[in-house]
């Protein structure tokens, strides 16, 4: 099983990125997918989660209004993206599927992680 993330990369504040995660060796369609964000010397941070029907949307309070996430069940894929980009945002993200349907703020909760794609923001 793999999550694989894409999109990262060097933007201006005020900018946007989207990055992508693609599951390969076993579906997610029943499962939550989130993102979350580790800075240089700071703990693993929640960003999103969308439940496995992308019915249900959940955001840290310091990306809400400026992240969205969003699956392709059929593409095996969760998307986010970024708009109106901070330097606090800068950050590497990862992606993970969840244990459940619907997921929450807790990594515990998170069963497959992908490797990280690192976002730079520039001031």
């Known amino acids: 099983v793999q999550l694989q993330a894409s999109g990262g990369g060097l933007v201006q504040a005020g900018g946007s990125l989207r990055l992508s995660c693609a599951a390969s060796?076993?579906?997610?369609?029943?499962?939550?997918m989130g993102w979350f964000r580790q800075a240089p010397g700071k703990e693993r941070e929640f960003v999103a989660v969308i439940s496995w029907n992308g019915g249900r949307q959940y955001y840290a309070d310091s990306v809400k209004g400026r992240f969205t996430i969003s699956r392709d069940n059929v593409k095996n894929a969760v998307t986010l993206q970024m708009n109106t980009l901070k330097p606090e945002d800068t950050a590497d993200y990862y992606c993970?599927?969840?244990?459940?349907?619907?997921?929450?703020?807790?990594?515990?909760?998170?069963?497959?992680w992908g490797q990280g794609t690192l976002v730079t923001v520039s001031s």
């Open positions: 993970a599927a969840a244990r459940f349907a619907v997921g929450g703020s807790d990594p515990n909760d998170y069963s497959y």
């Open positions: 060796g076993r579906m997610f369609s029943n499962n939550a």
